[in-house]
């Protein structure tokens, strides 16, 4: 990714070329949440995805004067576990998140603290944030849909397999989760899952129950302190932890 610079009075903006428009640079005063450091002004994640908003909505706009509709996020569909690449250094690191509720600036935040990530795993209620950050960010995002979601495309799991291991990813509603994860275990030993990934519950959480390791990220809801998982593969091992934002 390389980047441009967009000279505004006094000011310079580092802008990711990603999410560069020339249409949008005449709009970059009416952004307010920044940090000034003398008379430079540095790009902060609140930008950036106030940037990305608006990419995003011109970029429907110019669809709409098509005629066109969006493309769906990638999703999958039933049948065999969707596999996820394996990388070149046998590690591999997720971002997982759930419960955005249209704060897509959390989102943002969330994967900029994260560092480097081979994938995003969207865990419902917010899945147009997650849409947000597929069309933006140079990484695969992967989404299930939760109780808040209204799109009736998107899957309500999906079974994921790398290398070894089989990973179940739900938002919880369906499996009752605020009521106890029985359930949410009884799927994922159905599913041959060794992980599973849940939401819902809004409450950070990881567990090793019976061999299956159990990972909550919690929630980016707005109010909410907000937290994020990050869960990393080597080989057969799995391990997970969670991070405030």
Known sequence: MFYVSLY???FTFHVPSSIY????????QLFSLVF???NALYLDWSIYAALAAQRHQLYTMRLAEQ???????????SGPPLCLPATTRGVMRVLVISDSHG???????????????DHIIHLGDGCEDARL??????????????????DTRLPTEMTLELGECRILATHGNRQRV???????????TEAGATVVLYGHTHLPKVDWVDGMLLVNPGALKEGMPGSYAVVTWDG??????????
């Not at 509709?69 to 569909?77: D, G, T, V």
């Not at 605020?178 to 994922?188: A, I, P, V």
């Open 8 to 10: 505004v009075p006094r």
């Open 21 to 28: 428009d020339p249409d949008a640079v005449g709009r970059l």
């Open 36 to 38: 000034c450091m003398g």
């Open 67 to 77: 005629n066109q509709k969006p493309i769906p996020l990638r999703r999958c569909a």
């Open 103 to 117: 704060n897509y600036a959390s989102a943002f935040r969330a994967h900029q603290l994260a560092g480097p990530v």
């Open 133 to 150: 950050m597929e069309e933006v960010l140079e990484v695969p995002v992967l989404r299930v849909a939760g109780n808040c979601d209204l």
């Open 178 to 188: 605020k009521s106890g994860l029985l359930e949410l275990m009884r799927r994922g």
């Open 236 to 245: 057969a091992t799995a391990s997970a932890e969670i991070f405030p934002l």
